[in-house]
């Protein structure tokens, strides 16, 4: 995506443009504040129960509340735009709110023996961001043809089953 694409789809000259931003990664750090000043403002109350994977439920649904309010086309452009801003991998994301947040919340799931350790708390934070986008990205895709919170915390209560450990009981019905 350039930058004249941006300003026509945003109908704004591209001296506008430059006025605000130097260039593309500048927007889409922009964009991303947001989705962190909504996190503070309204969703870091919501993680305060003590099952941490109520918690993530929690967190996936205040992500896609925020994508919902942005809209759609909005939307689709940061998903355009994502590239151009993660162009070393999962680094530029470790210190932003909601990753740091939701790794607080599966460590201490693990540590309270409420999430499975087979797999590091980055790398559990990592699939759930991978997974929520995908469903956001979807939704934008499909015009906002859904409700995406709804479907975000069925799909996430879903996927959190598994983060589950298993019991000794569900190790024995297991091996039989």
């Not at 355009?80 to 460590?107: C, D, Q, T, W």
């Not at 590091?120 to 979807?138: H, N, P, S, T, W």
Request: aromatic share 12%; charged share 25%.
């Amino acid at each position: 995506m350039t930058v004249r694409m941006i300003c026509d789809a945003a109908n704004i000259s591209s001296g506008t443009f430059y006025h605000y931003f130097e260039n593309k990664t500048d927007l889409i750090i922009e964009l991303f504040s947001l989705i962190d000043d909504y996190f503070e403002e309204n969703v870091l109350e919501r993680l305060s129960d003590e099952d941490e994977l109520v918690n993530v439920i929690r967190f996936c649904s205040g992500f896609s509340e925020f994508v919902m309010q942005t809209g759609v086309a909005k939307s689709k452009l940061i998903n355009s735009m994502f590239p151009v801003y993660s162009k070393g991998g999962h680094h530029e994301e470790r210190g932003r709110i909601l990753y740091r947040e939701l790794n607080a919340i599966i460590s201490r799931g693990q540590e309270k023996g409420q999430i499975i350790t087979e797999y590091a708390a980055e790398q559990l934070v990592d699939m759930i961001l991978v997974m929520v986008r995908g469903y956001c990205f979807d939704w934008a895709r499909r015009e906002g043809s859904y409700d995406l919170v709804k479907y975000t915390e069925e799909m996430i209560a879903l996927f959190v089953r598994g983060l589950r450990p298993c019991s000794a009981y569900d190790l024995k019905m297991q091996k039989d």
